[in-house]
């Protein structure tokens, strides 16, 4: 039991960790990270009244809502020990070009009391992704404004040097395919688990409220209660990318601090179906190619 579960502000951070809900949350780059993430602490802001939320390590602990979230790019937590299939000599080939596909695999490890499904059995993971043709897309303009050298860049097989993507057909070729395609396949492959949520980023994006609603509930959250109503009503108004945009202004930095431009943005306007300008019948059909050879239909994704 929670003590005083009633008075958030009153609950322990060591209490939370123990009791409260755990919620792995994993996005694929360039697919509404930053708005996920702020939707779940404006809500929780909301509710306590408080202008922050606590962290421990890379737990989140939200006391509005009740819930321990961690929030970041992974791979289906454990995966490489749940995953026995008939694919798995060929996803372990698969390679990220960069850690922007898996940096969050570290929280598992450190903290698999919480987020290791292995180790909890109640463990929901929500996992947000975009379709493979816009996130090459994304990925490349956002990445050729990076700082890190590794996301900008890939190795090149005969000079063995590091040479920057030229275009979104090359970045689709040397590492953003196979990285989008070893990250997705670990939830493709784990998607008849009922503690699992997959959901498309273009559906958040036609859909912010219904969408973040079916979220919050999967993890046990109330959204017909009055005052959870207007505290919902006030998250999506307060993370529409306007509003973060603000907040880079007033910060004067994008929200990552991960671009070379100090007055650049991580949000790049997030309207769907901006990619067929920029990927030819070729791309498309290498793409889809590739997705085939993991079983991966096409019909798995929203192309708008």
């Not at 890379?58 to 289906?76: D, F, M, P, Q």
């Not at 990552?256 to 059909?285: C, F, M, Y």
Request: proline share 6%.
């Amino acid at each position: 039991m929670l003590d005083n579960p009633n008075s958030a502000g009153e609950i322990s951070p060591d209490i939370a960790l123990r009791d409260f809900p755990k919620l792995f949350f994993a996005t694929m780059p360039r697919s509404g990270t930053w708005y996920s993430f702020f939707l779940f602490e404006f809500l929780d802001m909301a509710l306590t009244g408080s202008n922050r939320v606590r962290q421990i390590n890379e737990a989140r602990i939200h006391l509005g809502t009740k819930i321990v979230k961690c929030h970041g790019h992974s791979i289906y937590p454990n995966f490489e020990q749940i995953y026995k299939g008939p694919y798995r000599s060929a996803w372990d080939d698969l390679n990220f070009y960069c850690n922007a596909f898996n940096s969050g695999h570290n929280v598992v490890e450190q903290a698999p009391e919480q987020f290791s499904p292995l180790q909890s059995d109640d463990l929901k993971i929500i996992y947000l992704y975009r379709n493979p043709l816009y996130q090459m897309v994304s990925a490349f303009h956002h990445n050729k404004g990076s700082l890190s050298e590794q996301h900008r860049t890939y190795l090149e097989p005969k000079s063995g040097e590091r040479v920057p993507f030229s275009s979104v057909s090359e970045y689709l070729r040397q590492g953003g395919l196979e990285g989008y395609i070893k990250q997705f396949f670990s939830y493709h492959e784990t998607r008849e688990n009922p503690n699992l949520m997959m959901i498309k980023y273009e559906n958040l994006v036609a859909e912010p409220c219904r969408m973040f609603e079916q979220m919050i509930e999967f993890v046990g959250f109330d959204t017909e209660l009055e005052e959870h109503r207007e505290a919902i009503e006030n998250a999506l108004t307060m993370a529409a990318p306007d509003r973060v945009r603000d907040i880079e202004r007033k910060l004067g930095r994008a929200l990552a601090q991960d671009q070379s431009d100090p007055n650049g943005s991580h949000l790049r306007g997030g309207q769907t179906g901006k990619w067929k300008n920029e990927l030819s019948p070729v791309d498309i059909k290498f793409c889809l190619n590739e997705l085939s050879r993991f079983d991966i239909p096409a019909e798995s994704f929203i192309f708008e």
